[in-house]
């Protein structure tokens, strides 16, 4: 006989999943029995839920494919809330096996009993519970089916008398279905905007994550066009690498050739991003998108012509429509101000930035105390890494160097929470992926608030030999909180963070644990912690006044810096 826990774990294991994540508990008992037994899935306990579903969406996200998370009744399942929404807002595809209390006793307010199908109705493509044998396999397999093809969370109840129960010997093995295949956009609305980019003479292009499977016609178009290309932050993977056109990001974490690229055209083409920041978009310009989903049209700027289609077809179809452009004036006043503003990022870059006149006046003002730049820790990073490394960053300045300072060359990949911009993903993020291939390198660009509101599971990459590299920032601040307090001139409150010593918490864990204090010493210990066999954390006290500002200032975000260090100059008790 076959119980019910039985057949979902030796289908997913059939389906390709080779983890599953979670705490162990009560009503899934049975469920973890099963994957106990079953050699294909490993089970991965963690010491918070949340952990487990940042882990099984960085797989998603990662492969494509399904991954697995567990969180038994009540509390458990709570828990797994806020890793499963940056599943839900990266359109990766999670199935969440949760508990439930038995069903007699199910809407009788019993221990720690919530309902599930209501917790979980904003984060999910398809909640329901499991009542019933009789409900076997074709729950299952709505569940994965739904979360393959709509690219989102399917959370499936499971309650505690149920996983245990035999199914009938009729009961069918479950099938799961592939989603459909893609298809171009409509080929008159094609025809319209090879026109409209035939009629523009200086034409930009925002390229996101939607079209990394397009990159050679991503790369056709912008040498046809001689068009600058700004890249969303999901996108650095896949575009940088031997890219002649891209300048770079835009947003806060921007710089000025994308302020360049987007003032100066006549014609921006936007392509598989749904990039949110409306203000930093160019007005006035002659707009094309072109993404997969109807829903990201026209939702953050109005659009003169919708494509609505996979990007590498629909470019396919466009590419022969579209006139070779003969200047390349556009795309050379973009590039010309990138690499003049990589340069001056470099010389911060240096180790001995702060030893020159330049940098000693600088640092008496934003580093008296000498700390490293955070700068430098990530160039150095950049250097050392391998080239088939895979990044997380946590939400916040972590990202900010890394956005600037190391480069998606090679086979490298990047992760994080982008969409949902939560705190505390990147480490989880980096023990999911790890799990997938021990051999590969994993690093954690992880900010000190992100790391400690998840600590605990830096044991988990111990227990399951997971040689995760953690970077950490260590700036004593939520410094991205700090920054958007300044920029609107609010003096800084709340952000300081009163940390132990990280290397030592990390060594008392089981980790090798390295602490940089002195700037001369972080190549070296770049170098050493990312070729350490076993899991490693990194702890490098940064600059805490280190400023990141947009790639086009505004006269207000600076007046706000300046009453913002005029307060805390005043008022600060530090």
Known sequence: MTTVAELIIEALAEEGVSSVWGVVGDALNPVTDAIRREDRIEWVGVRHEEAAAFAASAQAQLTDELAVCMGTVGPGAIHLLNGLYDAKKSHAPVLAIVGQVPREDIGTDFFQEVDND??????????????????????????????????GVAVLSIPGDVGGLDLPSSTAVPRFVRPAPPAAADPDLVGEAARALDQADRVTLLVGQGARHARSEVLALAERLHAPMVLSLKAKDGFEDANPYEVGQSGLIGNPATAEAFAACDALFMIGTDFPYREFLPQGKVVIQLDVRSTHVGRRTPVDHALVGDSALTLQALLPLV??????????????????????????????????????????????????????????????????????????????????????????????????????????QALGVQSLDRRRQVISFSGDGGLTMLLGDL?????????????????????????????????????????????????????????????????????????????????????????????????????????????EFIVSPE
């Open 118 to 151: 209501a917790l979980f109705a904003d984060v999910s493509v398809w909640c329901r519970t499991l009542t019933d044998v009789a409900q076997m396999p074709h729950l299952l397999e709505e569940a994965v089916n739904t979360a393959l093809s709509e690219r």
């Open 323 to 428: 006139a070779e452009k003969e200047s390349t004036k556009h795309l050379d006043a973009a590039r010309t101000v990138y690499e003049e503003w990589g340069k001056a990022q470099a010389r911060l870059a240096d180790p001995s930035h702060d030893k020159k006149l330049l940098g000693r006046l600088r640092g008496k003002v934003d580093n008296p105390e000498g700390r490293v730049r955070p700068e430098q820790l990530a160039a150095a990073v950049e250097r050392h890494a391998a080239d088939d490394a895979v990044f997380t960053t946590d939400t916040g300045m972590s990202t900010v160097w890394l956005s600037r300072f190391v480069r998606m060359t090679g086979g490298r990949r990047l992760l994080g929470s982008y969409n949902l911009g939560s705190m505390a993903n990147a480490m989880p």
């Open 459 to 567: 044991i988990t990459a111990v227990t399951h030999d997971l040689p995760v590299k953690i970077i950490v920032f260590d700036n004593g601040r939520l410094g991205m909180v700090k920054l958007e307090m300044e920029q609107v001139g609010l003096a800084e409150f709340g952000t300081v963070l009163h940390n132990p010593d990280l290397a030592q918490v990390a060594r008392a864990l089981g980790l090798h644990g390295v602490r940089v204090t002195d700037p001369a010493d972080v190549d070296d210990a770049v170098r050493e912690a990312l070729a350490h066999p076993g899991p490693v954390l990194l702890d490098v006290l940064t600059n805490p006044d280190e400023v990141a500002v947009p790639g086009k200032p505004t006269l207000a975000q600076g007046w706000g810096f300046a009453i913002a260090k005029t307060k």
